[in-house]
DNA sequence: ATGGTGGGTTCCCCA
């Protein structure tokens, strides 16, 4: 089973970019974030062509977030269905197979010390409290995502720059740890060890152009499902050409 | 001190 995660940033826009992709890839499982679209507004019908069912857990404007999967699609749960109200759509999670799956757009924080910034603080410690009272993980758990956090220096193109600034500051860091820390663990790092690898890029300083970059999306999963890990992948391709998205796709091969 | 680009709304917000 291979499973993709995408930030499309608009699934609408991003069509042209995603059909074509979809059948060169073929994912047996993606999870898309910031749709920016409603449930209706979701384009069903060329994505079913390509043998997906779909769920959605859309937000007009933004962030919004969906499963595709070439088998079916059970325990479908829209939000953290937590005592806190969901104001916005961030989360859906479902079962495919034996694989249970946790698509996650994380708050983006804009600034360190923003309210915003502080909002992300406390989505991470709600994220946290899912991970422990609603999974086992002596399950398959695949976690994934746009995260908005990176874990160290080699994630980032110039350290330094980037040191305490948002999507780098030590206390998102230690958030998304404590996130971790109800038994999940970077995929990607178990095959790739050196930096440099990254998975943002943004418009604004036209970072692609030299590679300046962030690896902020990311595939956390639980013992069982690393074990069956044999790759994580970022395909840089999606980025480059026409249109693209800020992001670039992050594929999991599981065997 | 704060731009730059892109997407979606609505004359601005968020990334």
């Known amino acids: 089973m291979r499973i993709a995660t995408w930030n499309v940033n608009s699934v609408r826009a991003r069509l042209p970019r995603i059909l074509p992709w979809l059948e060169e890839k073929r994912p047996d499982v993606v999870l898309l ?34 499963i595709l999967a070439k088998s079916r699609i059970t325990d479908v749960q829209r939000g953290m269905r937590d005592d806190v109200e969901d104001r ?43 991970m422990w009272e609603q999974y086992m993980m002596t399950e398959k758990v695949v976690m994934a995502g746009d995260f908005n956090v990176t874990f160290d220096d080699r994630d980032v193109y110039d350290p330094e ?32 060890e050196e930096g ?19 690896r902020i999306d990311h595939f956390l999963m639980s013992a069982p499902a690393l074990r069956a890990c044999t790759a994580v992948e970022i395909d840089r391709d999606a980025r480059d050409g026409e249109k693209p998205s800020d992001h670039a796709p992050v594929i999991a091969t599981m065997e």
């Open 33 to 66: 974030q910031e749709i920016k679209c409603l449930d209706e507004q979701f384009p069903r019908e060329p994505i079913e062509e390509l043998g997906y069912n779909i769920e959605t857990f859309g937000q007009k404007t933004y962030n919004g977030v969906a």
């Open 88 to 130: 916005e759509s961030r989360v859906i999670t479902a079962t495919v197979e034996d694989v249970m799956l946790v698509n996650v757009y994380v708050v983006n924080g804009q600034e360190v010390g923003a309210p915003a910034y502080e909002k992300k603080l406390e989505w991470l410690k709600r994220l946290r409290k899912l």
């Open 161 to 192: 720059a980037w040191r305490e600034k948002i999507l780098c500051s030590s206390l998102e860091r230690e958030a998304l740890l404590r996130v971790m820390d109800a038994g999940l663990k970077d995929a990607f790092r178990k095959h790739v």
């Open 196 to 214: 440099g690898h990254y998975t943002w890029w943004d418009f604004r300083t036209r970072a692609w152009v030299g590679d300046h970059g962030l």
